[in-house]
């Protein structure tokens, strides 16, 4: 059964798509009307819609939750003691499977979209920043100090194996003009950079 159940991998990496439209046809005359004719006895029924297309995401934990309860209230010496237990860490490792796909599809969205958004990269820089083994860590504002000594707001983005140092494209929001890519496997730390860097500033 728990092989089975890894076939909802696939729609745990695209249930947030999922929401997302169902979002934005919100605002769909057609679309709600045809939902109203369909459930027209559930109030809301885009609430109603959006609570069944979750169901398939919350079965695996609860499933879990289920054997779990049942192996802990279960009597040691009782013949479904052992299946239980083998039963709760098949679901569990089913439950993290899913779970680092979804991570894994999230991170590779994540990855397609900073090498969308960057200006001028792919002209300094041949490699796509998408690749298996590159997750995503971290974006923000750093003050970099420059050469002349003055303090210089630069967005950048923390890879697992990079930092790319880029600055905000003041014509089109969301697109940075990329400056310098570091490569952090190369990366010697030989003292103290708290001089210079000020502050960081999540996103």
């Known amino acids: 059964m ?8 696939r729609y745990a990496e695209t ?15 057609k679309f709600l009307t045809f939902i109203q004719s ?11 819609l959006s609570s069944l297309l979750i169901t398939p995401i919350q079965r695996i934990p609860r499933y879990q ?10 009597w040691q010496f009782h013949p479904d003691y052992g299946p239980l237990g083998k039963a709760l860490n098949a679901m569990i490792e089913t439950a993290k499977h899913v779970n680092d796909k979804v991570r894994e ?13 960057l200006i001028g990269m792919k002209s300094k820089v041949s490699d796509s920043l ?18 002349k000594g003055e303090w210089k707001k630069r967005f950048f983005f923390l890879l697992s194996d990079m ?19 570091v490569n952090l496997k190369k990366l010697e730390i030989s003292r103290s950079l708290m001089s210079d860097v000020k502050h960081f500033i999540s996103k």
Request: net charge positive; glycine share 4%; aromatic share 10%.
């Open 163 to 181: 930092l790319i140092r880029t600055r905000l494209n003041g014509k089109q929001k969301g697109q940075y003009i990329f400056i310098e890519k």
């Open 130 to 147: 998408v690749a298996a083994n590159r997750k995503f860590v971290k974006e923000g504002f750093l003050l970099h100090r420059t050469e």
């Open 38 to 48: 369909k459930w027209p006895h559930t109030g809301d029924p885009v609430q109603y």
């Open 2 to 9: 728990c092989m089975a159940l890894r076939l909802y991998t």
């Open 65 to 74: 939750m289920l054997l779990d309860s049942l192996y802990k209230k279960t």
């Open 15 to 29: 249930y947030t798509q999922i929401e997302s439209v169902l979002d934005d046809l919100r605002s769909d005359k």
């Open 105 to 117: 599809a999230e991170n590779a969205k994540k990855l397609v979209l900073i090498d969308s958004s």
